[in-house]
């Protein structure tokens, strides 16, 4: 749906390029051309899905496993087995949002499991912290695995490639606002179909080869972009490195989109404890933007201080040390569950385990 989204985000865009209306003398007029005030139709339009998806929020019902966390509840009788009571209000409001997504015959006993889920969290709620993180050696271990895949997800480059497309096209030598924006949404349309792409490889293939594969192909990408603008530079006169540059830029997001797309996200919800699930991915996805915005904010100024064919150059070195980052750290999840996953670092952690020695291989075999 992201992806699917940035495509129709290029698609409005490429309309605002040729549509521009201009008021004079009283008159509405429509201009077939860019003009200096386009790109802020281009901005504004976003706005409108912001305000329908606002709305919408409105009446989205609140997470029944959050309203059972949050009901307090007060021991009555301690033993044999100690007895609850809920405050109504909260468990009430989650059994209404159940009732609307399980038929009558399963909710009873999505009730029961979030209820005794619900409690097994509060027993570990004391235990888990940001501190606890760093501090236990498997849980670091995991987290630098799932931050160090998101990092690497944006240094390699693809929301410059998303952000600054039309302009990298231009950089290739095609100075029409229109056809820039116009391949650029081929661009698009080739990471939305990419990604759906990945969605049925990342089980048939695993997490760890289909990265690998991607990172293999991004670097290949990046060095033909690289080489693309090098000679375009000292060859002016020839429209080849243009043409060459646009294929670095398809051949990058055919490669990106299926693996180093999704593959960060995914390995990020299957590589910690269920206590510490949430926190760890919420501190690798801050790990992402943070990447993005450097990434963001720094590439016009790199390409304009050391040239394009430089910058895409530094990319690729970067996608060398994501494909060493991923062969040497990143174990294959596929198949596994999260305790054997969980067994996977205590292993690594402390050291060789009966129990867990050949998860990976059992993995492979089922």
């Keep these: 749906m992201i992806t699917g989204g940035q495509f129709l985000s290029y698609l409005v ?12 003398y009283g008159y509405q007029l429509t201009v077939a051309c860019a003009g200096p005030g386009t790109w802020r ?16 929020m409105l009446c989205l019902p609140e997470s029944p496993r959050w309203l059972f966390m ?4 007060f021991v009555i009788f301690p033993c044999p087995s100690p007895i609850y009571i809920y405050l109504q209000d909260d468990k009430e409001k989650a059994i209404s ?16 499991y979030l209820s005794s889920q619900a409690e097994e969290e509060r027993h570990k709620k004391d235990d888990v912290s940001y501190w606890q993180v760093f501090r236990s050696k498997e849980i670091r271990l995991a987290f630098i695995v799932g931050a160090g895949l998101q990092a690497f997800q ?20 095609f100075q029409s606002n229109q056809l820039a924006i116009l391949l650029s949404l081929i661009v ?30 991004v670097i290949i990408s990046l060095v ?12 002016s006169s020839s ?30 919800s299957e590589i910690y404890p269920e206590a510490y699930r949430g926190m760890c991915g919420g501190m690798s996805a801050t790990v992402n933007w943070v990447s993005n915005f450097i990434v963001a904010q720094s590439f016009l100024s790199v390409a304009e201080a050391a040239g394009t064919g430089a910058t895409f150059l530094i990319l690729a070195v970067v996608a060398v040390i994501a494909f060493i980052f991923v062969l040497v750290l990143l174990p294959e999840t596929k198949g596994l569950t999260f305790e054997e996953v969980e067994r996977i670092w205590k292993k690594r952690a402390w050291g060789s385990d009966s129990n867990s020695e050949s998860l990976l291989e059992q993995a492979s075999e089922s």
């Design 239 to 268: 429209g080849i490195y243009g043409w060459i540059a646009v294929l670095g830029l398809a051949l990058y997001i055919a490669f990106f989109a299926p693996g180093m797309g999704p593959v960060p996200w995914t390995v990020n």
């Design 70 to 73: 949050k009901c307090e509840n």
């Design 13 to 24: 865009n490429l309309g605002f390029t040729e549509v521009l209306i201009e008021e004079r």
């Design 41 to 56: 139709w281009m901005l504004g339009v976003s706005g409108i899905p912001a305000v329908i998806q606002f709305s919408l």
């Design 188 to 217: 698009a349309a080739m990471n939305a179909a990419g990604t759906v792409l990945g969605i049925y490889l990342i089980d048939k293939c695993g997490r760890r080869k289909l990265v690998l594969s991607s990172l293999f192909g």
């Design 97 to 112: 949002v159940l009732s609307k997504i399980y038929e009558v015959s399963r909710l009873d006993d999505e009730i029961e």
């Design 154 to 173: 944006q240094f390699t480059g693809i929301n410059t490639v998303m952000y600054y497309s039309p302009t990298i096209v231009q950089m290739a030598g």
């Design 224 to 235: 033909i972009l690289s080489a693309a603008f090098f000679f375009e530079s000292s060859d």
